[in-house]
């Protein structure tokens, strides 16, 4: 554990030199990297969520392409298509989604037909184009940025879609000392030059090392007992799948190795129930008319499903 500590110390030192602040956003990309989730961010425009993706794609190593989403976007922009000759032969021209990292720009300002063409991607790392399959390299993770929920000219993703991502980050104005550092250092900051720290390689063996994280019996029962509170709410429409506990499962052993353990406590599931849930809870029409908030669930979750006391 003692490299990984070391490694993600170096990795966030490099974006740091780029992203001043957003120390809970680096760490969760961190986090996603480690447990082979996605990453979906969201917040306003101006504050950060292309940039601190891009610097941290950059700062991880392997390949890495942007797709900058727009009304217009076909299927075939993001997955790739055929190109057919006079002769009848054809050849595959890949789409941006052959990266090692993604970063889906503002996805919910494409329809929902072209968002779906990052769903096989995403779950299986393959994509299917003319009945063919053709396999995504690995490691492979997309970070997805998006405005926020309803704003202009955006189209809401399905639950199916945010199912997709593991982890969500909300992305907010920097604090009053983050901006004027970033006013005044502007200068340095633009001339930052920045490196991969690690590469591919060393992506897919320290996912191995965060395996070897110990999660005792009774800590993944905690789990279950918030995802099943959850479910149970009437105010809820949809209910929550079974890939919620698994992101949970995963993000909670790569939070433990973050921090130098080889166990998961509940205090880590704790700190990673939101991230993994947020997304993924959709409210129903009486609900949001009474003025339930999501937050607001997940903190009654957390409040109310006995943590268990034995970890061992």
């Not at 929920?149 to 879609?161: F, K």
Request: charged share 25%.
């Amino acid at each position: 554990m003692i490299e990984l500590v070391e490694l993600s110390r170096r990795i966030l030192a490099e974006t740091d030199k780029v992203v001043v602040g957003k120390q809970e956003l680096k760490r969760l990309l961190m986090i996603g990297m480690l447990c082979g989730g996605h990453v979906l961010i969201e917040g306003l425009a101006g504050t950060g969520k292309t940039t601190t993706a891009r610097v941290f794609s950059t700062v991880i190593g392997g390949t890495f392409k942007r797709i900058q989403f727009t009304p217009d976007m076909l299927p075939s922009d993001v997955t790739g298509f055929n190109l057919y000759r006079t002769d009848g032969e054809k050849r595959f021209i890949e789409g941006p989604l052959f990266a090692n990292v993604v970063l889906a720009d503002e996805l919910n300002r494409t329809t929902v037909r072209t968002q779906s063409a990052l769903l096989e991607a995403m779950q299986e790392r393959q994509v299917t184009v003319e009945g063919e399959t053709y396999q995504l390299p690995e490691p492979f993770m997309v970070i997805a940025s998006q405005l926020p929920y309803g704003g202009p000219g955006t189209y809401p993703l399905s639950y199916v879609q945010s199912d997709r991502f593991m982890l969500y980050s909300w992305s907010g104005l920097p604090s009053v000392d983050d901006e004027r550092r970033i006013i005044g250092g502007i200068d340095g900051i633009e001339r930052s030059l920045i490196g991969a720290v690690i590469g591919p390689e060393d992506v897919l063996r320290l996912r191995l090392k965060v395996t070897q994280v110990h999660v005792a019996e009774p800590v993944v029962w905690y789990m279950k007992s918030l995802i099943d509170w959850l479910r149970a709410q009437e105010s809820v429409r949809e209910p929550l799948s079974s890939r919620v506990g698994i992101g949970l499962f995963k993000s909670s052993r790569a939070l433990a190795c973050l921090e130098g353990m080889d166990y998961v406590l509940p205090d880590h599931v704790k700190h990673m129930l939101p991230n993994v849930v947020y997304h993924r809870l959709v409210l129903t029409g009486e609900a949001e008319e009474m003025g339930v908030k999501r937050d607001d669930l997940i903190s009654a979750a957390l409040e109310e499903v006995a943590v268990p006391r034995e970890t061992a």
